[in-house]
């Protein structure tokens, strides 16, 4: 039997149902078991309670609940190691599975936030920016996650600060739920490709999934004069257009819809897309950046390609082979499609990545390390046959 105490329900009362509406901008549903928490609950029993599925709603201090939350992820941190695979696709799937696990316990610790945007526990900061910012106006109290709220508070300072991109002389500025240019080797890569013949005399590109908008506004500094974007993200679809007016180049950025291709506008000398790198499905918004399932914005691109290029014209495709080398895509599907597409290739260019993960030993996972190590990224500059 285990000797973690466990909290009673006079202390800790069980909660029939949440005291407000639950709030979760990732679609978490809305935990069945919940008790009332402060700081008499130890930090062991709060993560078996949380690994157990139950909530924790807190009612002690803010600082208090900073506390459990990092004490719960220490304790997470201590479960022992799995055996390291060989095999890079399994090693990167147990990860994956490793942090959604993670991400679902120490979710589970929650907070109230009233309809001002105001946390009413005592001694919590003033998060109404940055709440206003990513929620938008609310019209009751609610409950939501610990760890969304950081998530949150975190994304705001990231809009205020600004993320420098060199390669635009100037800074992105990420609004919450929107991929962070953070990976700037990519950007490099566009800022250096030979622009086609077409852009001379029509110069207009379509940049698919356009996130912060950090490839279309390079697009337009490199003198492109009309840049047509589209995300399915609402949330991205205005980010780029703030990123836009932040630079002065209003007007030369236009939002063209949440399909993949912009209807009703013909065919341009380039199109630009920087798909999700990895097959999957993702379990967040900002996963839908890093996550593409069943490669279908890799495939829609390079499908709806050819009709869409004008003669000279190029899609440029950006694109890791990290995929290729966990075994998630290979070498062959990728050229493959491009051929049954009706495509050919006319050049491609490489860059190794700079990230941290790419140049930090990983103590966990060998086969991810070596994955990492070898990854490179390429624009594949991309004709009609």
Known sequence: MSDIPRPTTAVLPILPILPAPWHS??????PRRLIAADDTLRAEAAYRLACEGTALLWQGDYPGALRLLHAMRRRAGRRRPRPA????????RQHRRERARLARVLGLLLVPLDAGHRVPLHRAPDVREACSAAYGPLLDNRIVSLRELLGVIGAHQWLIRGVEVPALGGRIHPHYGVFSPVRGEYVDLVARAPLPPAARNHPTAYDLGTGTGVLAALLARRGLRRIL???TNPRALACALDNAHRLGLTGRVETAGSGLYPPGHGRAALVVCNPPWLPGRPSSTLDEGVYDRDSRMLRGFLDGLADRLLPGGEGWLILSDLAEHLGLRSRADLLGAVSRAGLRITGRLDTVPRHRRATTPDRVDPALRAARSAEVTSL?????V
Not at 25 to 30: D, L, Y
Not at 85 to 92: D, I, M, S, T
Request: proline share 9%.
């Open 229 to 231: 974007v589209t995300d």
């Open 380 to 384: 594949w500059r991309l004709a009609s």
């Open 25 to 30: 901008e990732n679609g978490t549903p809305a």
């Open 85 to 92: 695979l060989a095999v890079p696709g399994e090693a990167f």
